[in-house]
């Protein structure tokens, strides 16, 4: 049981509960009998339809119940009844639409009470793809509304997202434009895009949120690396998009209104570790000027160049950060979540960029000795300030001490 | 206070009665609203008795036969209840049940082929698994049809191979593992993709393995419990998923396992017995078996060794055949 306190009942309160009980669990057994009944006898009428809802209302996670509803629209309610009772044949797929949009709203009612019952989910999307006119405009508004009293709800995200995807390729098979990529398809990754940043405006501790909107970028770079076209209609509304290195610089300014408000939030820092020191970005940095075929090699080095330059300028940003914290700190406690990702940092350059480090660039080899001495410094100062995770720290410490002997 | 903490100990008699007696709660509406649990609740019973080394108070032919009148004749598979259509889910539980007790046996050739086909019939074109007929995907089906399909021996190159490159393409920028591509790193996820990589001896298919060890890690809050999400609120089943997921990457010692023993220990109830997700919470056999397995990973408390791959006693699957078969 998820979230329900414990309670201690009373005598009396547990004998009203036991007879209480006793009523419900005789209704719930009655009708769980009728519906079994019918299914054994493959009655796929309006009649075990109805008993199914009565059911699925009082218990949603029962799944056969689900399947069996699924074959009661398929074996009855979705045929043409030709010439049954009515002798009439209007009933054909045409009906389809109707009787599932009423599903969907029967549906509706069930998630307000049971939000993350995966079984319902399933249902709705099943609703969606055995319906020749599914209106995904309104789930879309109805996923909103969800995320709007949940943001976190995984269910929800992953609703979301297999609506998006739905309508992509709806409207892929409706227009094909010789680019390969149709402007409506494009247009929404960046309406996701900015719809994250709504949500990250109105609360930045929305890791979810962050999490889809890493998967946006990547998305919508790889298109703009594709289509000179679709590029133009992005930077109409989203100029960051301009280059990656910039889209970068852009991002990290925009988030660091986020750390600065709080400090000790995982859902940013996770993300800015994913900015500074995945290969997403950073390679997507690297083979940014490559339309200039000439001196390729020089140019790759011009941009680590850069994105080294960028790395430092943000370690020593996040030491001021540092530096403010520890002196509102009561006992000048270094802040966990800045040094936490100086170390990613400082490993990431130690991975990547660590032959361009040693170079004879006297400003880098000193800054080379100096890294790790501050490496080493952060790892001992978490081992104390972050002890739950001692033994991580260690582990580093040992790992980059052994290869820094190599050097 | 911290006096009352060192002297918390695992109330293991009370967990044994409270598993043992709860196929006697029919008195209570939520108990039958939970039928479609059963097979589940079975196998989180069983291997928790198991752990505490009394796998013997559950009368093992009633096991078997309640197993046995599961299967669904229809699929192949087996149901969480009589009645209940066969679900990759309810089917994994009724062989690890069946494997627990030493009574695979009990399955004739012809019951073994119909869940292989059964199985093997739910996987798409992409690697990933339905949990039934009705579609709905989620990396933890490919974790109950590979595992449920190694117990049993079954394993094919041609349901393999897919099924890895689908797990790799649902691996995130965090390290972490969402129930689809594109899904938000989820440590329960984590568990079942680490886990199903672990059985096909693949787990040089995951990308950065530092990286999903910080990850893993920073599930563990100030209270010693562990969250499923960043900035969730800890909960004792992920004591199993985020501890057996850094035990498969041999990062066991990357969070506090005394502070997670406390938590453990609080979430007990201490009068009736059995665990809850958090301190005070109503407790079930789910976080009664998820609290016990962590404490067992985590060698406390003199409990039967738990394999981090399987969730089943390591005395048990040490008898499988592995990954890649040699014969």
Redesign the interface.
């Given at each position: 049981?998820?979230?329900?306190?414990?309670?201690r009942l009373s005598e009396e309160a547990r004998r009203n509960?036991?007879l209480?009980?006793?009523a419900?669990?005789r209704n719930?057994?009655t009708l769980?009998a009728m519906v079994?009944v019918r299914r054994d006898k493959r009655d796929y009428s309006e009649d075990a339809f109805r008993l199914s809802t009565k059911l699925l209302d009082?218990?949603p996670?029962?799944?056969?119940i689900?399947?069996y509803r699924?074959e009661i629209f398929l074996n009855g309610l979705f045929q043409d009844p030709g010439d049954a009772a009515k002798g009439e044949t209007a009933v054909s797929n045409d009906m389809i639409p109707a009787i599932l949009e009423r599903e969907l709203k029967f549906l509706i009612v069930l998630l307000k009470r049971f939000p993350k019952c995966?079984w319902i989910w399933?249902h709705r999307?099943?609703c969606l793809?055995n319906n020749p006119k599914p209106k995904l405009n309104n789930e879309l508004a109805i996923v909103n509304k969800i995320l709007s009293l949940d943001s976190?709800n995984?269910h929800g995200?992953?609703y979301r997202?297999y609506i998006i995807g739905l309508i992509e390729s709806s409207n892929g098979s409706k227009s094909s434009t010789n680019s390969g990529i149709n402007a409506s398809g494009t247009e929404l990754s960046l309406s996701e895009f900015n719809y994250t940043t709504e949500l990250i405006n109105l609360n930045f501790?929305n890791?979810?949120a962050l999490?889809?909107r890493?998967?946006l970028i990547i998305k919508i770079f790889k298109k703009t690396n594709l289509d000179n076209q679709y590029k133009e209609a992005v930077l109409k509304t989203n100029p960051e998009f301009e280059n990656k290195l910039e889209f970068l610089t852009k991002e990290l300014d925009y988030f660091k209104n986020a750390i600065y408000t709080d400090p000790d939030?995982?859902?940013v820092w996770?993300y800015l570790r994913?900015l500074l020191c995945?290969n997403?970005l950073l390679n997507l940095s690297m083979d940014d000027n490559d339309n200039n075929n000439d001196n390729n090699n020089s140019n790759n080095n011009n941009n680590k160049l850069k994105i080294i330059k960028l790395l430092l300028l943000q370690i020593k940003d996040i030491n001021e950060l540092n530096d403010l914290e520890k002196s509102d700190d009561i006992n000048s406690l270094d802040n966990k979540w800045c040094l936490k990702i100086i170390i990613e940092i400082q490993m990431t350059l130690f991975d990547k960029f660590i032959d361009l480090l040693k170079t004879n660039d006297t400003n880098n080899s000193d800054y080379l000795t100096s890294l790790i001495t501050n490496f080493n410094q952060n790892l001992t100062t978490l081992i104390q300030i972050d002890?739950?995770?001692s033994?991580?720290y260690l582990?580093l410490q040992r790992i980059y001490n052994k290869r820094f002997e190599t050097l | 206070m911290a006096h009352q903490q060192h002297e918390l100990t695992l109330f293991k008699e009370k967990h044994i009665q409270y598993i043992v007696n709860l196929n006697t709660k029919d008195k209570s509406y939520e108990y039958w609203l939970t039928e479609h649990l059963r097979m589940n609740g079975l196998y989180w019973g069983l291997t928790a008795l198991y752990l505490l080394g009394s796998q013997n108070s559950l009368d093992k032919e009633d096991v078997i036969s309640f197993v046995l009148s599961c299967k669904d004749p229809v699929n192949g598979g087996f149901g969480a209840f009589p009645k209940h259509d066969g679900h990759l889910l309810s089917t994994l539980s009724a062989i690890q049940i069946l494997a627990t007790l030493d009574s695979l046996d009990v399955l004739n050739e012809e019951d073994i082929n119909d869940l292989v086909d059964f199985i093997i019939g739910l996987q798409l074109p992409n690697g990933s698994f339905q949990g039934d007929k009705y579609g709905e995907i989620d990396t933890r089906f490919i974790y109950t049809a590979i595992s449920s399909l190694s117990i049993l021996g079954k394993l094919t190159k041609k349901v393999v191979e897919p099924s890895l490159s689908f797990i790799k393409d649902c691996q995130n920028f965090d390290g972490g593992f969402g129930m689809v591509p594109g899904a938000e790193s989820h440590a329960a996820q984590v568990f079942t993709c680490l886990g199903t990589l672990a059985i096909l001896d693949r787990l040089d298919v995951i990308n950065d393995q530092n990286l999903l060890g910080w990850w893993l890690s920073e599930r563990q809050v100030a209270n010693g419990g562990l969250n499923g999400r960043p900035e969730k609120l800890p909960d004792v089943c992920y004591s199993w998923w985020v501890l057996s997921s850094l035990s498969i990457l041999n990062k066991l010692s990357w969070i506090d396992h005394r502070k997670l023993r406390q938590f453990i220990l609080h979430s007990q109830d201490s009068e009736n017995g059995g665990i809850s997700d958090r301190p005070d919470n109503q407790v079930d056999v789910y976080h009664t078996l998820f609290g016990i397995a962590g404490l067992s990973l985590m060698k406390f408390e003199n409990l039967v060794a738990i394999d981090p791959v399987y969730c089943m006693p390591i005395e048990i699957t040490k008898k499988f055949r592995r990954w890649p078969y040699t014969e």
């Open positions: 049981m998820h979230g329900i306190k414990r309670e509960k036991k209480r009980d006793r419900r669990i719930y057994k769980n079994l009082l218990n996670e029962y799944y056969t689900w399947n699924r995966y399933n999307m099943w793809e976190r995984f995200w992953h997202r501790s890791f979810s999490h889809n890493s998967k939030d995982q859902s996770l994913w995945s997403d002890p739950l995770r033994n991580r582990d | -």
